[in-house]
């Protein structure tokens, strides 16, 4: 049996009147998070009607993804499978911690899921860490002995760096202060390009890097951190300690989603999602920051593509539109010039779609490493 809960201590049709009120009257400012709807517990998880959400957001029954249930009003549209974690936005993908719960004939998502992603993505302007963005700390992963995933076609630190140069090159000319962790191939330890993102004030971070996997394996991906208390693929374990880099949970699943939407619709590239993690790099910083996979080193067609100028200056916009959207649209301040350039709405298909816990890095075999890479379990990201 599944026990309703009201977090204000009212009965549910007042919460959905309330919730009316709110977007009528301009209040939805207050961000719904998961508090706002009933709640109910599943396998021990916190869980929300979906009907309450789609009330929320006014959203009514649409065609939309095949295979999936969809909602949506105007220009969005969302789309999920009971039982699975798939999320879509505009048919962007996402991948939930928890799976959509279908309980007695009724639709359910987890709390965590409502308040960290569901809401950010449908109203990144509402995000109350964003701050100011001046500078963009950009990352080139691996370097120097490091060489990443390697192959026949590519090798990935080449990779990532030219990249990050492209990046850099073009948001300086839209006015953004930028910091490179490495601008040339020399090896940074994963701590010292979190030390250098958190000392720079009013910045994001985006880690660049390219994948490795079967010889079939192709696409564009990107990471956030886990939020706490979840787990996933990449995250190994639940983690129940609240890491410094989950204060911006939000602002990370918009970025995110600003970027990897840009990606997959500049590429055409296959849409393997934005998911979560507890890369190194995400867990203990400061800033708003995602790691970006732009394509697999290790399939023959794109390990060849990514090393062209005409798809490193595709990615390269990509992540810098992104960037501009992510800043137009959350950000309380952004360089002067940039609104020019780009106000896509996040979340919509006219635009920019929108918004392992700390350890101690071990020494691990080069083969035990390619092994790790070729499962797509990142340890040392």
Known sequence: MVEWRDTFGMIRAHTILLNAAALLLGLAALAPGAERFARATVNGEDYVKLADVWDFYGFKPVTGRAGCQSYGAGDRVVSIRPGKQDFYVNNYRYILSFPVQSVDGTLMISATDMQKLVDPVLRPKYSENAGTIRTVVVDAGHGGHDAGATSAYAVEKNCNLELAHRVRSLLQKRGYNVVMTRDRDFFLTLQ??????????????????????????????????????????????????????????????????????????????????????????????????????????????????????????????????????????????????????????????????????????????????????????????
């Open 192 to 381: 010292q390009r979190v030390d250098i993102a958190n000392r720079v004030p009013d910045s994001i971070f985006v880690s660049i890097h390219h994948n490795s996997g079967g010889s079939h394996a192709n696409g564009i991906e990107t990471f956030t951190l886990a939020p706490h208390g979840t787990t996933s693929p990449f995250a190994r374990t639940r983690r129940t300690e609240d890491l410094s880099g989950n204060n911006q949970d939000c602002e990370n699943i918009a970025l995110a989603t600003a970027i990897h939407s840009r990606a997959i619709r500049n590429t055409r590239a296959f849409d393997r999602g934005i998911q979560r993690a507890r890369f190194s790099v995400l867990c203990t910083i400061r800033r708003p920051a995602i790691l970006f996979e732009g394509g697999f080193v290790s399939n023959a067609e794109e390990g060849v593509k990514i090393t062209t100028e005409e798809y490193q200056n595709k990615l390269a916009l990509a992540i810098v539109e992104g960037i501009i959207s992510y800043s137009n649209t959350v950000c309380t301040n952004r360089p002067r010039n940039t609104r020019l350039e780009h106000t896509g709405k996040i979340g919509s298909s006219r635009g920019t779609a929108t918004g392992r816990g700390p350890h101690v890095r071990t020494s691990i075999s080069g083969e035990r490493a390619r092994q790790l890479k070729s499962t797509n379990k990142y340890p040392r990201k």
